[in-house]
T-cell receptor, first 118, second 115 residues
Framework: GAVVSQHPSWVICKSGTSVKIECRSL??????MFWYRQFPKQSLMLMAT?????????EQGVEKDKFLINHASLTLSTLTVTSAHPEDSSFYIC??????????????FGEGSRLTVL | AQSVTQLDSQVPVFEEAPVELRCNYS??????LFWYVQYPNQGLQLLLK??????LVKGINGFEAEFNKSQTSFHLRKPSVHISDTAEYFCAVSEPQAAGNKLTFGGGTRVLVKP
């Protein structure tokens, strides 16, 4: 149980286009999902907290107009990288919280999505 | 604000030898502590977690960690590593009082197991 799926696992796009990454909790509901960005050989940096039915909360320094987050249902959150540029190339990982808003101490992570912008 | 420091960025180790990955944290409140493993081009898998209770925590794949409140540490150990343990390991903390499970990660330790 507690499976989180990301799609696509990898994507290559041209500079200036937009790319959407989906994060789905397959066997549980998640009122909260988190989006991270990971550069090569570096740690995960939290980009934003996605709350079902409300606006996402972005970390300092993350452009909300650049990285659009939508959490339309209890099992799906999407990250759209708008007008992508080569510097947006990275590994994006989502995680889902099954705790229904209560801290249970565990998150479940997707497999990650590698974005390459040419 | 909380922070996590993993003191070793890389740890080479021979197969069947023991390994210890160090993790120190700072926080003004009590925390939950986690170790995750990441294989190449994959997401994170939970190895173990400390929420409360016994300070020695046993996880999957033969790993264990000990919470030391006075030293604010949560070091990860395995008595005998396998080639398949080659991966990136992340220590993370969250605050139980905060809504949701917002994790703060350390910089990661890359373990390379040599035959």
């Amino acid at each position: 149980g507690a499976v989180v799926s990301q799609h696509p696992s990898w994507v290559i796009c041209k500079s200036g286009t937009s790319v959407k990454i989906e994060c789905r909790s397959l066997d549980f509901q998640a009122t909260t999902m988190f989006w991270y960005r990971q550069f090569p050989k570096q740690s995960l940096m939290l980009m934003a907290t996605s709350n079902e039915g409300s606006k996402a909360t972005y970390e300092q320094g993350v452009e909300k107009d650049k990285f659009l987050i939508n959490h339309a249902s209890l099992t799906l959150s999407t990250l759209t990288v708008t007008s992508a540029h080569p510097e947006d190339s990275s590994f994006y990982i989502c995680s889902a919280d099954p705790g229904q808003g209560v801290s249970t101490g565990e998150l479940f992570f997707g497999e990650g999505s590698r974005l390459t912008v040419l | 604000a909380q922070s996590v420091t993993q003191l070793d960025s890389q740890v080479p180790v021979f197969e069947e030898a023991p390994v210890e990955l160090r993790c120190n944290y700072s926080s003004s409140v009590s925390v939950y502590l986690f170790w995750y493993v990441q294989y190449p081009n994959q997401g994170l898998q939970l190895l173990l977690k400390y929420l409360s209770g016994s300070t020695l925590v046993k996880g999957i794949n033969g790993f264990e960690a000990e919470f030391n409140k006075s030293q604010t540490s949560f070091h990860l150990r395995k008595p005998s590593v396998h080639i398949s343990d080659t991966a990136e390991y992340f220590c993370a903390v969250s605050e139980p009082q905060a809504a949701g499970n917002k994790l703060t990660f350390g910089g990661g330790t890359r373990v390379l197991v040599k035959p």
